[in-house]
T-cell receptor
Framework: DVKVTQSSRYLVKRTGEKVFLECVQD?????MFWYRQDPGLGLRLIYF???????EKGDIPEGYSVSREKKERFSLILESASTNQTSMYLC????????????FGEGSRLTVL | AQSVTQPDIHITVSEGASLELRCNYS??????LFWYVQSPGQGLQLLLK??????LVQGIKGFEAEFKRSQSSFNLRKPSVHWSDAAEYFC??????????FGSGTKLNVKP
């Protein structure tokens, strides 16, 4: 069964802390994505990666960075967490073509105090 | 710019009743269209997708959707809703650059 695994389901961090959200997929997909989900706003793309060490900004990259050192792993980094980054973060992967649907992890709910 | 609009934030239907969730998109080329469902506390699961061909597509769990190019719509339907269909539903469009754009979602409540 295909799987996208996000390492933490729930995190609580303090303002100013550095936060790592990890995502691993076992489908050998080229593309990986980080979305942020907030009520009434749907899913907003933070960053995506179409290959190892390649990344592209999405719609809301400010305050975030990403790392993709291996094909199966895509990390989202909050260099200095702020309260307005409290949200649900969803990782997804897909094949190269847009015909390839997105496969999602279960999400990481981050609370920044 | 690409965008997806789901005009209904919340919908409540009785169990056994029919359902239609609306989705309108803005995209310059031929769109790749998707409907996803999210159960509480879970990630998103693909219900169905449209790439080309027959404009009526069938998905999992008894859902179907119809692509209408003239109306820029891709509405999701189910003839008889079950209590387990209560969830949030997202419409999405994919472009040729591997990006996906999502609507803001519609929360479905099912009355017994």
């Amino acid at each position: 069964d295909v799987k996208v695994t996000q390492s933490s389901r729930y995190l609580v961090k303090r303002t100013g802390e550095k936060v790592f959200l990890e995502c691993v997929q076992d489908m050998d997909h080229e593309n990986m994505f980080w979305y942020r989900q907030d009520p009434g706003l749907g899913l907003r793309l933070i960053y995506f990666s179409y290959d190892v060490k390649m990344k592209e900004k999405g719609d809301i990259p400010e305050g975030y960075s990403v790392s993709r050192e291996k094909k199966e792993r895509f990390s989202l980094i909050l260099e200095s967490a702020s309260t307005n980054q409290t949200s649900m973060y969803l990782c997804a992967s897909s094949m190269t073509s847009a015909r390839g649907e997105l496969f999602f992890g279960e999400g990481s709910r981050l609370t920044v105090l | 710019a690409q965008s997806v609009t789901q005009p209904d934030i919340h919908i409540t239907v009785s169990e056994g009743a029919s359902l239609e969730l609306r989705c309108n998109y803005s995209y310059g080329a031929t769109p790749y269209l998707f409907w996803y469902v999210q159960s509480p506390g879970q990630g998103l699961q693909l219900l169905l997708k449209y790439f080309s061909g027959d404009t009526l597509v069938q998905g999992i769990k008894g859902f179907e959707a119809e692509f209408k190019r003239s109306q820029s719509s891709f509405n999701l339907r189910k003839p008889s809703v079950h209590w387990s269909d209560a969830a949030e539903y997202f419409c999405a469009v994919g472009d040729n650059f591997n990006k996906f754009y999502f609507g803001s979602g519609t929360k479905l409540n099912v009355k017994p």
